[in-house]
Protein backbone atom coordinates (compact mmCIF):
# COMPACT_ATOMS: atom_id res chain seq x y z
CA UNK A 1 0.00 0.00 0.00
CA UNK A 2 1.21 3.52 -0.68
CA UNK A 3 4.23 2.24 -2.38
CA UNK A 4 5.14 5.89 -4.29
CA UNK A 5 6.76 8.43 -1.62
CA UNK A 6 4.47 10.73 -2.09
CA UNK A 7 1.87 10.82 0.38
CA UNK A 8 -1.64 9.89 0.31
CA UNK A 9 -4.24 11.53 1.57
CA UNK A 10 -7.86 9.63 2.44
CA UNK A 11 -10.75 11.26 3.75
CA UNK A 12 -12.34 9.09 6.71
CA UNK A 13 -15.49 9.34 8.56
CA UNK A 14 -17.86 7.37 10.61
CA UNK A 15 -21.39 7.55 12.94
CA UNK A 16 -20.94 6.34 16.48
CA UNK A 17 -21.78 2.67 15.24
CA UNK A 18 -18.30 2.80 12.57
CA UNK A 19 -16.33 4.95 15.16
CA UNK A 20 -14.37 2.55 17.01
CA UNK A 21 -13.46 0.44 13.40
CA UNK A 22 -12.97 3.99 12.02
CA UNK A 23 -10.03 4.50 14.93
CA UNK A 24 -8.66 1.26 14.02
CA UNK A 25 -8.33 2.29 10.33
CA UNK A 26 -7.24 5.99 10.82
CA UNK A 27 -4.59 4.12 12.94
CA UNK A 28 -3.20 1.99 10.42
CA UNK A 29 -3.28 4.26 7.49
CA UNK A 30 -1.24 7.16 9.61
CA UNK A 31 0.97 4.70 9.94
CA UNK A 32 1.19 3.50 6.55
CA UNK A 33 1.98 7.06 5.50
CA UNK A 34 -0.78 8.31 4.39
CA UNK A 35 -2.89 11.93 5.33
CA UNK A 36 -5.98 11.11 6.91
CA UNK A 37 -8.74 13.98 6.79
CA UNK A 38 -11.02 12.48 9.49
CA UNK A 39 -14.39 14.74 9.58
CA UNK A 40 -15.35 12.70 12.52
CA UNK A 41 -17.27 11.46 14.58
CA UNK A 42 -15.03 11.45 17.53
CA UNK A 43 -16.95 9.56 20.14
CA UNK A 44 -19.73 7.00 19.98
CA UNK A 45 -22.48 9.28 21.12
CA UNK A 46 -25.31 9.22 19.00
CA UNK A 47 -25.50 10.82 15.72
CA UNK A 48 -27.03 10.74 12.51
CA UNK A 49 -24.58 8.95 9.78
CA UNK A 50 -25.65 11.37 6.68
CA UNK A 51 -23.53 14.38 8.28
CA UNK A 52 -20.83 12.23 7.99
CA UNK A 53 -21.30 10.52 4.60
CA UNK A 54 -21.94 13.85 3.01
CA UNK A 55 -18.51 15.56 4.45
CA UNK A 56 -16.75 12.71 2.61
CA UNK A 57 -18.65 12.34 -0.21
CA UNK A 58 -18.34 16.80 -0.63
CA UNK A 59 -14.57 16.35 0.38
CA UNK A 60 -13.66 13.19 -2.24
CA UNK A 61 -16.52 15.04 -5.22
CA UNK A 62 -14.28 18.22 -4.94
CA UNK A 63 -10.80 16.50 -5.13
CA UNK A 64 -9.90 17.81 -1.87
CA UNK A 65 -9.09 13.86 -1.38
CA UNK A 66 -9.13 11.21 -4.38
CA UNK A 67 -10.55 8.49 -2.13
CA UNK A 68 -12.99 8.21 0.90
CA UNK A 69 -14.08 5.27 3.36
CA UNK A 70 -16.99 5.55 5.29
CA UNK A 71 -18.28 3.25 8.32
CA UNK A 72 -21.78 3.53 9.77
CA UNK A 73 -23.23 0.01 11.72
CA UNK A 74 -23.93 -1.54 8.34
CA UNK A 75 -22.04 0.59 5.98
CA UNK A 76 -25.43 0.79 4.34
CA UNK A 77 -26.57 3.96 5.12
CA UNK A 78 -23.71 6.22 4.56
CA UNK A 79 -23.43 4.29 1.24
CA UNK A 80 -27.29 5.48 0.52
CA UNK A 81 -26.01 9.11 1.69
CA UNK A 82 -22.28 9.40 -0.08
CA UNK A 83 -23.96 8.25 -3.17
CA UNK A 84 -26.30 11.46 -3.19
CA UNK A 85 -23.69 13.75 -3.93
CA UNK A 86 -22.88 13.90 -8.14
CA UNK A 87 -19.10 12.21 -8.96
CA UNK A 88 -19.35 9.83 -6.01
CA UNK A 89 -19.38 6.17 -6.51
CA UNK A 90 -19.78 4.72 -2.91
CA UNK A 91 -19.25 0.68 -2.58
CA UNK A 92 -20.67 -1.38 0.09
CA UNK A 93 -18.17 -3.61 0.90
CA UNK A 94 -17.33 -6.98 3.43
CA UNK A 95 -14.26 -8.97 1.86
CA UNK A 96 -11.48 -8.22 0.40
CA UNK A 97 -12.47 -9.63 -3.05
CA UNK A 98 -15.32 -6.86 -3.62
CA UNK A 99 -13.35 -4.43 -2.37
CA UNK A 100 -10.76 -5.00 -5.29
CA UNK A 101 -13.94 -5.19 -7.29
CA UNK A 102 -15.26 -2.39 -6.16
CA UNK A 103 -12.41 -0.10 -7.57
CA UNK A 104 -10.83 -2.08 -10.87
CA UNK A 105 -14.49 -2.51 -12.75
CA UNK A 106 -16.55 -0.02 -10.56
CA UNK A 107 -14.03 3.12 -10.13
CA UNK A 108 -15.80 3.52 -6.62
CA UNK A 109 -13.88 6.07 -4.66
CA UNK A 110 -15.45 5.66 -1.39
CA UNK A 111 -15.72 2.37 0.19
CA UNK A 112 -18.41 2.00 3.29
CA UNK A 113 -17.66 -0.52 6.14
CA UNK A 114 -20.32 -2.02 8.22
CA UNK A 115 -18.93 -1.27 12.15
CA UNK A 116 -21.28 -3.74 13.40
CA UNK A 117 -20.49 -6.24 11.19
CA UNK A 118 -16.77 -6.80 11.11
CA UNK A 119 -13.59 -6.68 13.12
CA UNK A 120 -11.16 -4.08 12.79
CA UNK A 121 -8.65 -6.43 11.40
CA UNK A 122 -10.54 -7.22 8.71
CA UNK A 123 -11.73 -3.80 8.24
CA UNK A 124 -7.93 -2.54 7.80
CA UNK A 125 -7.34 -5.69 4.92
CA UNK A 126 -10.35 -4.40 3.30
CA UNK A 127 -9.62 -1.11 2.79
CA UNK A 128 -5.60 -2.02 2.38
CA UNK A 129 -7.29 -3.87 -0.62
CA UNK A 130 -8.93 -1.29 -2.25
CA UNK A 131 -6.73 1.00 -2.17
CA UNK A 132 -4.04 -1.09 -3.24
CA UNK A 133 -6.25 -1.87 -6.66
CA UNK A 134 -6.31 0.21 -9.73
CA UNK A 135 -9.50 1.39 -11.77
CA UNK A 136 -9.11 -1.34 -15.06
CA UNK A 137 -10.62 0.96 -17.70
CA UNK A 138 -11.44 -0.47 -21.04
CA UNK A 139 -15.24 -1.42 -21.00
CA UNK A 140 -15.53 -1.00 -17.61
CA UNK A 141 -14.58 3.06 -18.24
CA UNK A 142 -17.52 3.07 -20.71
CA UNK A 143 -20.04 1.45 -17.88
CA UNK A 144 -18.42 4.12 -15.51
CA UNK A 145 -19.16 6.97 -18.19
CA UNK A 146 -22.90 5.64 -18.35
CA UNK A 147 -23.24 5.93 -14.86
CA UNK A 148 -22.12 9.46 -14.51
CA UNK A 149 -24.53 10.18 -17.35
CA UNK A 150 -27.22 8.98 -15.50
CA UNK A 151 -25.98 11.75 -12.99
CA UNK A 152 -26.03 14.84 -15.55
CA UNK A 153 -29.17 14.14 -16.65
CA UNK A 154 -30.46 14.49 -12.92
CA UNK A 155 -28.67 17.81 -12.27
CA UNK A 156 -30.10 19.19 -15.39
CA UNK A 157 -33.92 18.21 -14.18
C1 LIG B 1 -27.18 3.44 13.68
O1 LIG B 1 -27.89 2.78 14.69
C2 LIG B 1 -27.31 2.67 12.37
O2 LIG B 1 -28.60 2.73 11.90
C3 LIG B 1 -26.34 3.19 11.36
O3 LIG B 1 -25.06 3.11 11.88
C4 LIG B 1 -26.25 2.49 10.03
O4 LIG B 1 -26.10 1.12 10.20
C5 LIG B 1 -27.26 2.84 9.03
O5 LIG B 1 -27.23 2.34 7.90
Same mark, same amino acid.
Given at each position: ????? /?? /? =??? #? &??? $???????????????????? +???? @??????????????????? =???????????????? @? #???? *???????????? +?V $??K?TAR?A????????L?? &? &??? #??? @??? *??I??EF?????? &??? $??????? *???????? #???
Amino acid at each position: MNSSN /QK /Q =RIA #I &GAD $HAGFAVKQAIKRHLEQAGYT +VEDV @GTFSEESVDYPDSARAVAE =RVAAGKEPLGVLVCGT @G #IGVA *IAANKVPGIRAA +VV $HDKVTARAAREHNDANVLTL &G &GRL #IEP @GLA *IEIVKEFLDAQFA &GGR $HQRRVDK *ITEMEQVR #IRR
